[in-house]
């Protein structure tokens, strides 16, 4: 039986124009996943903190990408790519594949309403974080079903949580990483430290019982493990570290300035690879590009490069294409592969939560 299927691709959002990076981080900050203060101090905390860093961090950095984010066309090329990934099965579905944003347009009461008049049977929502987290796919997903709600619109639907151990994530990402390996090599060193770098968190996100730690840390290894093997490297020098700390709380560690202090006193160049972002935006383009860089080069390093995300590469599309087609008979919440990835401590494991 044919059907009309939509997939919907979750991310983050970013802002449109300068003046539209106070708001976005308005937006972002009053999410209760991210700040969770109660309702009147989380307004005027997130007043202060999205009015301050629009003037400042936030603005400067967007300044070097003329004033917006990129996030929303990348995404949009892989939604692109995908869709002609799935409509090209000619398996008698029609697919229309979705981008929803969490913080700026298209947000989900727009998307919801378009992938109603689109008339959608079923709906399949697809983070493009790999790995899952109460701040990222959580906070979309509550945000999305509530979209629905609000237009009184019940399609049949699915989710899959997260995909940080996907062969097809693993394997792109080994080859973009192994790219920067062979230029490192060619420009004289010998053996130099990839640092998986990727958005931290507060501490206490993560002692709350969100899994994002462990898919991250798990699937760097599993990425690291996967470069070894395919290209024959004997002795792999790799550690995980973490970007994008803001606010005073204690971040999950190491930083990724820590990681760079230990690649000056172990005399290694660095490979970083952004393994938590499936696509280049400011904290690819600006804070590693130019920041990271800038900071690198200032405390000595000899040898630094980046290697860029998955984004439209076609191993990868078709990794998402296989995890749609692994949900058009399923009305749940499942984990790439279908078995729960998260160990039992970890409680804030949607998968678990059942809450479609």
Known sequence: MSRDIA????????????EAIEPFL???????????????????????????????????????LGDKSPLLENSQEQATALEAVLNAQNDGNTYKVFVSMRYWHPMAPEVAKNVQAWGAEKVILLPLYPQFSTTTTWSSLENFKAALAD???????????CY????????????????????????GHENPRILFSAHGLPEKIINGGDPYQHQCEKGAEKIATCLAEKYAIETLDWQICYQSRVGRLKWIGPSLDD?????????????????????EHVETLVELDIEYKKLAEDKGIKGYYRAKTVGTAPRFIKSLALLVNDHLEKSAIEAQGGACLCPDHFNRCVMRAGAL
Request: charged share 20%.
């Open 7 to 18: 997939v919907i691709l979750f991310n983050l959002g970013g802002p449109s124009s300068k």
């Open 26 to 64: 308005m937006n972002f900050f009053m999410d209760k996943n991210i700040v969770t203060a109660p309702l009147p101090i989380r307004f005027l905390l997130a007043k202060y903190i999205s009015k301050k860093r629009s003037k400042r961090e936030a603005g400067q950095s967007y300044q070097e």
């Open 151 to 161: 237009i009184n619109y019940h399609p049949e639907i699915s989710m899959v949580c």
């Open 164 to 187: 940080p151990y996907d062969e097809g994530f693993i394997e792109t990402s080994a080859e973009h990483i192994y790219a920067l390996y062979q230029q490192a090599q060619n420009d």
């Open 259 to 279: 990681a760079l202090d230990r690649a000056i006193t172990d005399q290694k160049a660095v490979i970083i690879y952004p393994h938590a972002f499936t696509q």
